[in-house]
């Protein structure tokens, strides 16, 4: 049986025991004198029993599933034949890919040698011997949890409080889902990192003044030494990012305190959801509308004024993404804003104080920490944004500063070294993960600061 | 007498500064009257400016892509000559499906222009009629054998390059050498709008058809079908684990370290750069766990690992709208804590919960920098029947063809992303009807 045709016959297992132990507690409680004298309503014993079907069943096949593939892997290439065995053992994976490609009926690298086929039906004869002894140990604990809960059954079985901490404990593993999820990302990118580091030093990659990250295949070819000093990436980086940054933050601003402090109802019900709109729209729409768009404008306006602006320049992918991150700002600048006592509003305003006046010098100062906050998640987010600057920047890494030149960044880096088919252990492939450590170390402090100033600043004025 | 004259002195004075100081007071209120008027103006600029760049996207994006949805198709009198798709007269399928039903196209063509001869004349000739076409007379010659011998009068699709003439995308005055089409192939066209064989129809392979290398053949279907199973993914993983999460921080825990650590974690993450997410697939499911590359099942991993920040922030502030009462109620008639939350409390916080999710799973259709990470980027010709098939996502769709250079596929982008952005704003109209029809004010 397969795993999912397993799957199903576990719930409708699971179903058929919440039905008869829903049917053993009514029968016990006749025996004692009604329902009442039940601890639980008699649902809770038919999920009890349900319960206890399911779950030790559902365990055991996950824990199957996971290691499985290494347990065949593990046997077939024992039993392949001693000459291959003694190969080095980039070889013998090269071999077992080709074994398990035969197995899914995919293209094989080259001609099927006799060893390999056998291997392959050595593998299918393994699969269906285990495919038999995990249908059977799940038909098994099954009928075990069965037993084991009907024979429970008795009218002081705190059922409901049993049910609601294994339902707790479902829960718990939810919340901390996050957590693992954090976890993953620190170990996946950490451990590749560390390799690279172990091909370039760590001094080199974050000091370097050169990227250039093709790798020799040939030992006599030209040009592909590979430098990996990551300098001019981050340069492209912030320079993209301090562009939009120009752009978001003083029309976010001020778009946020027009509309908080002087918009009318009407224009306020019918802007605040169109600019809202702007943070609806995928990065990839943003990225063509600056590869196709933006950037030929730009280029076009630059030399009729006799400068020269590269194609890709980064003040295309700057601006656009500037624009991206408007209503991001506005509407974080809006909630501080907000936040902001009406009483402070009411003193500047019995001082004589303008509208203006009172915003820039009462409520601005006020809000300051909190805008901040919400400008340092924005830049983070700037930094982060991958696929405007995939489609609109460049990817030669240069160093400079000027924004009409193409300038490359991180993200486009991670991307460019990334897809299509690699092999994991070049530094090329693994200086993404350096790369993308770089990232997430980067954006975690700007939001671990942006966040905790954030919520600072609530709590003043709460 | 010097007293008053004194006091009188003093008061001239007075009343002079006074004056001055009103003069000085009026002065500086037109100052501050004007800078007030800046800076209202500077605020509408801004509003303005927004409003500008999304109305330009917008009529940029339209007026480039709807002409997408009409594609040029030529109507050609094909004789399916039994001599060149099965001389022996066989009927095998095996045979019908390898007959060379591009003469049958270029011989249909040499017929209306018999004056087109040697072999850059005849190639120019058949480049005016889509590659699509030999493959959609074998789709009819496969369905009904009977057919050959016959001659069929059939609207096949027109190459890219025609398509981009009729809808005036190839300027005609250009200088030959840098218009996609030759003089001579503008002359043929000509030919055929005057026999009245070209027309526009809608464009079906849009809409119906895999990824192709010609841009008139080439179609969303495979990228719609790979983003909806994706995306199912997505949901089926993200709201029950981001509700359950949520129900837990916020009904059952207890305020201490590791729930402090477990929401700074959600929020941290909520604002982690999505490529990082791509990276953690590509590490964890792809390399460790050895899932397929390009599945939508993966993708749909990754995209739910990515929004299940966002469904639970949202399922929490849904959970914490519920008033305390509700709760209190529950309690109170004899309803353990589990029973009032799950009877009473969750029931009412769904509306809020469903908005926040169908927003979050808007973020994910519309996400492509993870994708690309765990290898969505393929070119693929195949529309995925599966969650184990590969598969690409629209949004790396439109990432891949934005990359071709032809002018038909900046259309045909275009008209992907008019697409997309109709299903995001038919999800998010969704989630408003959603808050709108179930909020509660309590």
Known sequence: MTASTLLLFVALLSAAGFLLGRKRAFGIADAHGGVKSLH????????????????????????????????LSELVSRELPAEIQELPPERVGLIMNDVKNLVAGNFVSSAVSPEISEAAEHWLSLETTFRWIRTLLVAGLTGLGFLFAWRLIRPELRARNRIERVVRVALVACSTIAIFTTV???????????????????????????????????????????????????????????????????????????????????????????????????????????ALVVAPEIRGFGESLGLSVASESALAAGLVMGVMIIPFVSSLSDDVINAVPQAM??????????????????????????????????????????????????????????????????????????????????????AAFALGLVLFVATLILNVIALTVVRKYREQYE | MSNTSNAKREKGAGSKTASRAMDKVHASLRKRYRAEKRFRAYGLISVVV??????????????????????????????????????????????????????????????????????????????????????????????????VGQTLTLEVPASGDLDMLMKGRIDRSLPESER?????????????????????????????????????????????????????????????????????????????????????NINNLAAVPSIVFGLLGLAVFLNFFGMPRSAPLVGGLVLAVMTLPTVIISSRAALTSVPPSIREAALGMGASKMQATFHHVVPLAIPGMLTGTIIGMARALGESAPLLMIGMVAFIVDVPQGFMDPATALPVQIYLWADSPERAFVERTSAAILVLLAFLIAMNALAIYLRRRFERRW
Do not use: C
């Open chain 1, 184 to 290: 993953g990302i620190v170990l996946s990118v950490l451990f590749e990192s560390i390799r690279f580091f172990q091909y370039v030093p760590v001094t080199e990659f974050l000091f370097g003044l050169e990227w250039s990250p093709q790798t020799a295949i040939r030992e006599d070819q030209v040009g592909g030494s590979g430098a990996f000093g990551a300098v001019p990436l981050f340069a492209g980086t912030l320079l993209i990012a301090g562009i939009a940054m120009l752009v978001a933050a003083p029309i976010g601003l001020m778009t946020a305190i027009y509309l908080s402090e002087y918009a009318p109802r009407a224009v306020r019900s019918v802007a605040k959801p169109l600019l809202e709109i702007l943070a609806g729209i995928p990065t990839v729409v943003y990225g063509f509308f600056a």
């Open chain 2, 180 to 264: 996609r089409l030759s003089d001579l192939q503008i002359g043929w066209v000509d030919t055929l709008i005057e026999q009245g064989r070209i027309h526009k129809r809608w464009n079906k392979a849009l809409m119906t058809r895999g990824d192709s290398r010609d841009p008139e053949m080439a179609g969303i279907w495979g990228a719609v079908k790979g983003s909806f199973y994706m995306l199912v993914v997505t949901l089926l993983l993200s709201f029950p684990i981001g509700v359950a999460a949520a129900v837990y921080l916020d009904e059952f825990a207890p305020r201490n370290r590791w729930t402090d650590l477990i929401e700074i």
């Open chain 1, 40 to 71: 639980s309503l008699p649902g809770h014993y038919g999920l009890y029993t349900a319960i206890w079907v399911a779950v030790p069943a559902l365990l055991l096949l996950i824990v199957w599933q996971s290691l499985e593939p290494a347990i």
């Open chain 2, 50 to 147: 927004g409003i500008l760049f999304l109305v330009v996207l917008m009529a940029s994006i339209l007026a480039k892509g709807y002409p997408a949805f009409r594609q040029t198709f030529i109507t050609l009198d094909v004789y399916l000559d039994p001599g060149v798709i099965d001389p022996e007269g066989s009927r095998d399928a095996e045979v019908l499906r390898l007959a060379d039903y591009n003469r049958l196209v270029r011989g249909s063509l040499q017929i209306i222009f018999p004056d087109a001869s040697g072999r850059t004349e005849r190639r120019k000739l058949v480049a005016l009629v889509s590659n699509g076409a030999p493959f959609q007379i074998q789709g009819l010659v496969m369905e009904d054998p009977s057919l």
């Open chain 1, 345 to 430: 509003r009411d003193g500047a305003y019995a001082l004589g104080a303008t509208k203006s006046e009172t915003t820039r010098q009462v409520i601005f100062p006020a809000a300051l920490p909190g805008i901040v906050g919400g400008l340092l998640l924005a830049v983070s987010r700037a930094i982060g944004e991958t696929m405007i600057v995939v489609m609109a920047a460049g990817l030669s890494a240069n160093l400079t500063a000027n924004p009409l030149e193409a300038v490359t960044t991180v993200t486009v880096q991670i991307v460019t070294l990334l897809v299509g088919d690699q092999e994991f252990d070049s530094p090329k492939t693994l």
